[in-house]
């Protein structure tokens, strides 16, 4: 069983930048791929981004590319996402996930998830 616990949410203004993080405990998240996902009120799951735990690459979705970075201290088990140039429409909760197979965009792929914490972006 894996725990990933997401803090570092909350409210910035348009243009501003906020870094949410990752902490992941339980049994070793070594080999899985994390990523970075949002969910605004009566949207569908949203795939952010991506870095596999041993090799570093990193994906990223379209809406966020250029403005977002993710990446991790496999010392400290924590993963991160770096949110630059926010904006409005980036308001959503922000969730943390665990992978250990498949396409790393997609939600069903995932095997842990954490509880989200809530992004709120003002203009």
């Known amino acids: 069983q894996v725990q990933l616990v997401e803090s570092g949410g909350g409210l910035v203004q348009a243009g501003g930048s906020l870094r949410v993080s990752c902490a992941a405990s339980?049994?070793?998240?070594?080999?899985?791929?994390m990523g970075w996902f949002r969910q605004a009120p009566g949207k569908e799951r949203e795939f952010l981004a991506a870095?596999?735990?041993?090799?570093?690459?990193?994906f990223y979705g379209d809406s966020v590319k250029g403005r977002f970075t993710i990446s991790r201290d496999s010392a400290k088990n924590m993963v991160y996402l770096q949110m630059n140039s926010l904006k409005p429409e980036d308001s959503a909760v922000y969730y943390c996930?665990?992978?250990?197979?498949?396409?790393?965009?997609?939600?069903?792929?995932?095997?842990?998830w954490g509880q989200g914490t809530q992004v709120t972006v003002s203009s």
């Open positions: 870095i596999t735990w041993s090799g570093g690459r990193t």
């Open positions: 996930a665990a992978n250990s197979r498949g396409l790393v965009r997609v939600p069903n792929n995932y095997d842990y």
């Open positions: 339980g049994r070793t998240v070594s080999g899985y791929n």
